[in-house]
């Protein structure tokens, strides 16, 4: 079992920054995150492998960039120019390999709310 700790929601006024945190137990082949607005589905946000290479969804490309910390297990999401859009429940992401299967663990999420 993989134990996951997330910091760094909160509220933020439109136009303004927020960095996310998230700290996994162990190694991991991917990091990322998703986010869950009120009556929606959870949706892809960014994600960061191992080799280095990033993939974002479209609606946060540019604004914002994923980064991870191999040596503290951290993978941080730099989030600009926040959008009321973006407001949601982001929740962390971490892949890795189990005796050649691929398993998938989600934290337990963090509240940010973009409002003024």
């Known amino acids: 079992q993989v134990q996951i700790v997330e910091s760094g929601g909160g509220l933020v006024q439109p136009g303004g920054s927020l960095r996310l945190s998230c700290a996994a137990s162990?190694?991991?082949?991917?990091m990322g995150w998703g986010r869950q607005s009120p009556g929606k589905e959870r949706e892809f946000v960014a994600m960061?492998?191992?080799?280095?290479?990033?993939n974002y969804a479209n609606s946060v490309k540019g604004r914002f960039t994923i980064s991870r910390d191999d040596a503290k297990n951290t993978v941080y999401l730099q989030m600009n120019n926040l959008e009321p859009e973006d407001t949601a429940v982001y929740y962390c992401?971490?892949?890795?390999?189990?005796?050649?299967?691929?398993?998938?663990?989600w934290g337990q999420g963090t509240q940010v709310t973009v409002s003024s």
């Open positions: 960061i492998f191992s080799s280095g290479i990033s």
């Open positions: 162990g190694s991991s082949f991917g």
């Open positions: 992401n971490v892949r890795r390999y189990n005796e050649g299967a691929l398993e998938t663990y």
